[in-house]
């Protein structure tokens, strides 16, 4: 086997990366994709040749640091220590390996963003739920998680009089309807089979609410593992759509008038063992544990805040609105699909083990290693502070009299705002993430409030 170079000095490859370079071998792998998730929400990467993929897997790739002042847009934003000057490694992780089902001959890796001399570096989103995953370590608690994508697969055609291209849904079928199932079974048999190659579990397929909207969950995992899966799916459900002369958008509203696109996350804590799980008690009313009722306590007190990071586009607050089941109510409730926190009803059987919470608002737009690293430390800051949700909402929260509830930010600015005024979350991103972050979306929400609807349509579908 031939030994790989460090930014450190030779020495072999470990047992994870001669599994990746025996595999490039025997499965005629010619170019290695590096992914990673942009400040914009853009999965972006870099690829190395098969002959070069031995040193690569130590050194990683050379990459601009300014990538990470870029927006959806592709407009690179004036943020201190992010400009023409200075990079980084994209170092990939072997243990994320996956060959392509949809791409024959590539192959892909989640890659950390990491100084030249290989240490952590301060903008790198992997780096940022890395830690905050270590954070809870120190409470002796694992999160368990699964992002809940939903999509609306079509056809890219040209806008009228000029305007941008448009998204045209594959069907017009109804909710759950059958007709659904088989117009988009190709697609739905090609997709399942893909991700299942690349390790994901599917657990559920439907079709959703909106024209052509495509609704298929995949198995919860640990923390990071479940964050890269997201990556992992995104650019599946693209790619096979590609691969059909079809378009797959995870854009929160691609089309206006149609039902928008979440991400719901599904978040549980576990013991280091993963024996026991921490948000379970049978005796309580709705089987939530003391530990669950403060996480929630904490995310409720920073959810303006997080909102910036789980739905990170101008986009997303087309979908955040009073009885679009999406929640615009700073709440909790069992089973309230209108709430932002939802206490998931427990599974006859596994009770205790089946206790998860569901965040609603969350859709693909954001960068899932903030978002989920985000969603930790809010929840830790509930649990450490013991911080109490008050009392569950087991109405629609539109039905109560104005005021009743704190309203969850309208507009990517007003989100924004609330994340820079939130101390923890700040201090959690650091100087140079936290200002980056905002840097590129203060400019999104700049430049899609100087053109219209089409506009922001075009880009939003076209980037997620």
Request: proline share 7%; hydrophobic share 45%.
């Amino acid at each position: 086997m031939a030994e790989r170079y460090s930014v450190t000095g030779v020495h072999p490859p470990d047992p994870a990366e001669r599994r990746v370079l025996e595999r490039v071998e025997t499965e005629g792998i010619e170019l290695v994709r590096f992914l990673y998730a942009d400040h914009g929400g853009v999965i972006r990467g870099k690829a190395a040749s098969r002959s070069r993929l031995a040193e690569r897997l130590g050194s990683g790739i050379g990459h601009t640091v300014a990538m990470m002042a870029m927006n959806m847009l592709d407009q690179l934003q004036e943020v201190e220590g992010l400009g023409p000057v200075g990079e980084v490694r994209l170092v990939p992780d072997p243990s994320t390996f996956v060959a392509l089902p949809y791409a024959p001959g590539a192959a892909a890796m989640l890659a950390d963003l990491r100084q030249i001399d290989g240490s952590p570096w301060a903008a790198c989103p992997r780096t940022f739920l890395r830690e905050a995953v270590a954070t809870l370590a120190k409470e002796g608690l694992v999160a368990v998680a699964a992002f809940e994508p939903e999509f609306t697969l079509g056809r890219r055609v040209p806008g009228a009089d000029g305007e941008p291209d448009r998204l045209v849904p594959l069907d017009d079928s109804l909710c759950y309807a059958t007709s659904g199932f088989d117009l988009a079974h190709d697609y739905a048999m090609r997709l399942v089979r893909a991700l299942q190659a690349q390790g994901l579990r599917v657990e559920h397929y439907h079709p959703e609410l909106g024209h052509g909207q495509q609704e298929l969950s995949v198995r919860h995992a640990q923390a990071m593992r479940a964050a890269d899966n997201q990556v992992i799916y995104r650019e599946t459900a693209r790619g096979v759509a590609f691969g059909m002369s079809l378009w797959a958008s995870l854009a929160p509203k691609p089309i206006a008038d149609q039902a928008g696109n979440g991400a719901h996350l599904h978040l549980s804590l576990w013991d280091p063992e993963l024996r026991a799980n921490a948000f379970g008690d049978p005796a309580d009313r709705y089987g939530a544990s003391a530990i669950a009722y403060r996480f929630i306590g904490g995310l409720l007190a920073h959810l303006p805040a997080l909102t910036a990071l789980t739905c990170g586009s101008v986009n997303s607050f087309r979908r955040l609105g009073p009885r679009m089941w999406s929640s615009a109510y700073a709440c909790y409730g069992m089973d309230n699909r209108e709430a932002a926190v939802r206490i998931c009803s427990p599974m006859r059987g596994a009770a205790e083990a089946s206790a998860n919470l569901e965040i609603k608002p969350s859709d693909s737009s954001a960068n899932p290693y903030l978002s989920l690293g985000a969603v930790i430390h809010a929840g830790l800051d509930g649990i450490r502070r013991g911080l109490d949700p008050g009392e569950a909402v087991d109405v629609d929260p539109a039905t109560l009299p104005e005021g009743s509830l704190p309203r969850l930010p309208r507009s990517l600015e007003e989100a924004l705002d609330a994340l820079e005024a939130d101390e923890l979350l700040m201090n959690a991103l650091g100087p140079l993430r936290a200002s980056a972050y905002l840097a590129v979306k203060r400019s999104e929400a700049r430049a899609f409030a100087a053109e219209d609807v089409p506009y922001e349509l075009f880009n939003h579908f076209r980037a997620f």
